[in-house]
């Protein structure tokens, strides 16, 4: 199987066991890349969020029942099913650092990428975008809204990337060589208690290398080798196991 | 000339020798299907002018309805490319009495079910980008490629059929036009087996393919996933008896024979052979995918059935009562010679192979691949159902205006003589 390498990966770690299920990332994701707001959103599953964090239960009863909850962003796989699957180079992943990308205008709106998916990670815009008056003012200029009839995904919030860039540019530095924290997404930023660490995943100077190489560490659905930049860390037995799919005579990872 | 007024005003415009009711009963028809694609119509604005938010889809179920639709539509019309094969390619010569019915029902699939595809797609206006940006590792691809011109063959075989009719056909240039073209029909029945080989497989590869969605997951030879071969071998199994249920949908609403049964039968045991084949490969597919594909994306057999809504009846009823059944019948000659065996298998088989088409759409959407998350469940709303309708009520019209117009039934002169 094909996996898109390059000489800086960003990705993210997420330790789970930190993560108290606040929220303040899915907030900061969506006013940083500019999601409308859904008039109806009691469908949860027709609502855009392009990070959602989901509750895991050990489905056990008290005293021993444990929760544990999982952001989860675009994984950003190195081996992406949806790429593949684009009739028209929608999405790709060939930029230095392997975001995948989402291109708007090119996008037709036949929605495969998300039936290859597993993640969920893939939205489509089902109605016009309606922002509340004055609220279209506190739009990110540096990213562009989407119109109704296409798919889209967080994108690590890529503008950041981009301005981490200039701004390495103009001070005379590397800008294929980011320092740890030059650039780092609205959700690891909002996220209290900094469970969510970004970082090139190649880069021994960043934290989230040492974190990707944990005993504890692994990624979501491993053995469907998408092959995600994206890590989660639990010491929890349990939440290592809902991490993947297992039978029940195997032994999970860590 | 004495005019005849015990014959329908629009007689002249008849297929020589053949009876038609009166305008006026054929109006009425004509607006009872009128009012469906009304409301199909109205259900198609609403989509276009709001956007996909008024359908039941939603971001687990980006495929629902409209997909399985086209899928169903397209499998069952491959009875057109199919019998051209087998009438012009192999010279099975007896097919050319029912050719022209297949030809008409492969351009109303096929051209109905890109209809449905301007109402799924996003960005309709944008639907030339799979020629100018397209992707080539993609199955979409190929079936945006394979549909789009195949359209175009059926659109040409269709075209000396409408300029036989009994008017048309008096002008020089079109008569000269409809005979060569059948004289050329060889090489479009050739072009039209092979684009139809490709689309009904890419349509099967495009699940294939998604390597992450273990429902519909396959391993396959060199660049195919084994639903290539199975969506293109399933739809020659289902195609041809779909249009001998037309036809006799047709014989019962007119009161008239139109395709002989000897046809019908000899379209039967080709769709059972066909069935036959399909049904050893499906089988030993789906005993692959239990051991090998399953295990080792770590799931069991079990965890890809839910409630009744997706049970394991599905699969049963797909493989068994609609799968093994109806091939028993096609292919055990006392059986299949029995009309009542014979239609009702005729019926399990294409509800069978549009079963196929709804998991694989469906189902394996609704199935959680996270195990932390949960099957969801999608039911269509009247949107989806309104500009489904709308493309059987298309249908029905081309149909109605077709055997009404235009010399569809090479037999139906000989076969309703006695009545005459």
């Known amino acids: 199987?094909?996996?898109?390498?390059?000489?800086?990966?960003?990705?993210?770690?997420?330790?789970?066991?930190k993560c108290t299920g606040c929220g303040a990332c899915m907030v900061a994701c969506q006013a940083e890349n500019n999601l409308a707001p859904i008039a109806d959103a009691s469908n949860k599953i027709k609502v855009m969020n392009w990070l959602v964090v989901y509750e895991l239960s050990n489905k056990k009863p008290f005293p021993e029942h444990d929760v544990a909850y999982l952001p989860r962003p675009c994984q950003q796989c190195g081996h992406p099913p949806c790429v593949s699957v684009c009739p028209v180079v929608a999405t790709d992943k060939n930029e230095e650092g392997g975001i995948v990308s989402q291109i708007y205008p090119r996008c037709i709106g036949c929605r495969y990428c998300m039936a290859a998916c597993p993640y969920h990670a893939r939205y489509f815009n089902w109605l016009d975008p309606v922002w509340p008056e004055g609220m279209e003012k506190a739009l990110t200029p540096d990213v562009s809204v989407r119109p109704r009839g296409v798919v889209e995904k967080c994108s690590f919030c890529h503008h950041r990337f981009m301005k981490a860039k200039d701004k390495a540019i103009a001070e005379g530095r590397d800008p294929e060589a980011l320092a740890d924290g030059d650039y780092v997404t609205s959700c690891a930023e909002a996220c209290p208690n900094g469970a969510i660490v970004f970082g090139d995943l190649n880069n021994p100077d960043?934290?989230?290398?040492?974190?990707?190489?944990?005993?504890?560490?692994?990624?979501?659905?491993?053995?469907?080798?998408?092959?995600?930049?994206?890590?989660?860390?639990?010491?929890?037995?349990?939440?290592?196991?809902?991490?993947?799919?297992?039978?029940?005579?195997?032994?999970?990872?860590? | 000339m004495e005019k005849n007024y015990s014959l329908p005003a629009d007689h002249d415009l008849f297929p020589d020798g053949a009876k038609r009711c009166s305008l006026m009963q054929f109006m009425a028809w004509m607006g009872i299907v009128g009012v469906v694609a009304a409301w199909g119509l109205y259900a198609a604005y609403k989509v276009l002018s709001t956007g996909l938010g008024v359908t039941a889809l939603d971001d687990y179920f980006g495929f629902g309805l409209w997909i399985t639709f086209d899928l169903a539509v397209i499998a069952?019309?491959?009875?057109?490319?199919?019998?051209?094969?087998?009438?012009?390619?192999?010279?099975?010569?007896?097919?050319?009495?029912?050719?022209?019915?297949?030809?008409?029902?492969?351009?109303?699939?096929?051209?109905?079910?890109?209809?449905?595809?301007?109402?799924d797609v996003g960005q309709p206006v944008r639907a030339w980008f799979g020629y100018w940006h397209a992707n080539v590792h993609s199955m979409l691809t190929e079936v945006i490629f394979c549909i789009t011109c195949y359209l175009i063959v059926l659109i040409i075989e269709f075209i000396p059929l409408v300029f036989e009719q009994k008017q048309l056909d008096r002008i020089p240039v079109l008569h000269h036009i409809a005979h060569n073209l059948h004289v050329m029909m060889p090489l479009f029945a050739g072009v039209g087996a092979f684009l139809s080989t490709f689309h009904q497989g890419s349509l099967g590869g495009m699940y294939g393919v998604l390597f992450a969605r273990p429902y519909v997951f396959r391993d396959g030879f060199f660049v195919w996933p084994w639903t290539f071969f199975l969506f293109v071998i399933s739809a020659v199994g289902s195609g041809p008896v779909f249009t001998v249920l037309i036809a006799t949908i047709m014989e019962k609403m007119t009161g008239r024979k139109l395709v002989s049964w000897e046809i019908k039968s000899l379209m039967g045991k080709i769709a059972g052979s066909m069935l036959f084949v399909y049904l050893i490969f499906k089988f030993l597919d789906t005993y692959g995918w239990i051991e090998h594909i399953l295990p080792h994306a770590g799931l069991t057999f079990d965890q890809n059935f839910y409630g009744n809504i997706y049970g394991q009846w599905l699969l049963w009823a797909e493989l068994g009562v609609c799968g093994v059944l109806p091939c028993i019948i096609l292919l055990t000659p006392s059986l299949r010679n029995n009309p009542a065996l014979f239609y009702s298998a005729a019926l399990l088989d294409c509800i069978g192979i549009t079963i196929n088409r709804y998991v694989f759409t469906v189902q394996a959407?609704?199935?959680?691949?996270?195990?932390?998350?949960?099957?969801?469940?999608?039911?269509?709303?009247?949107?989806?159902?309104?500009?489904?309708?709308?493309?059987?009520?298309?249908?029905?019209?081309?149909?109605?205006?077709?055997?009404?117009?235009?010399?569809?039934?090479?037999?139906?002169?000989?076969?309703?003589?006695?009545k005459a």
Not at chain 1, 230 to 242: A, D, G, I, K, N
Not at chain 2, 82 to 103: M, Q
Not at chain 2, 371 to 385: H, K, V
Not at chain 2, 397 to 405: E, N
Request: glycine letters at 6%; proline letters at 4%; hydrophobic letters at 45%.
């Open chain 2, 365 to 418: 959407l609704a199935m959680p691949v996270m195990p932390f998350d949960s099957w969801e469940t999608y039911a269509p709303n009247w949107a989806e159902w309104g500009s489904s309708a709308l493309i059987i009520a298309y249908g029905a019209i081309v149909l109605s205006l077709s055997y009404r117009y235009l010399p569809v039934f090479p037999q139906e002169k000989k076969l309703n003589a006695t």
């Open chain 1, 1 to 17: 199987m094909e996996i898109k390498e390059f000489k800086v990966k960003w990705g993210m770690a997420i330790d789970l066991d």
């Open chain 2, 76 to 119: 069952l019309g491959a009875g057109a490319f199919f019998t051209g094969l087998l009438r012009y390619i192999l010279n099975i010569d007896p097919l050319k009495n029912i050719i022209n019915l297949t030809v008409i029902v492969g351009f109303i699939c096929y051209s109905g079910a890109m209809l449905i595809l301007v109402l």
């Open chain 1, 206 to 254: 960043h934290q989230v290398y040492h974190l990707s190489r944990s005993k504890y560490a692994s990624r979501l659905l491993e053995r469907l080798h998408a092959n995600t930049q994206v890590y989660y860390l639990s010491r929890r037995e349990w939440v290592r196991r809902q991490l993947d799919n297992y039978l029940d005579n195997e032994k999970v990872k860590g």
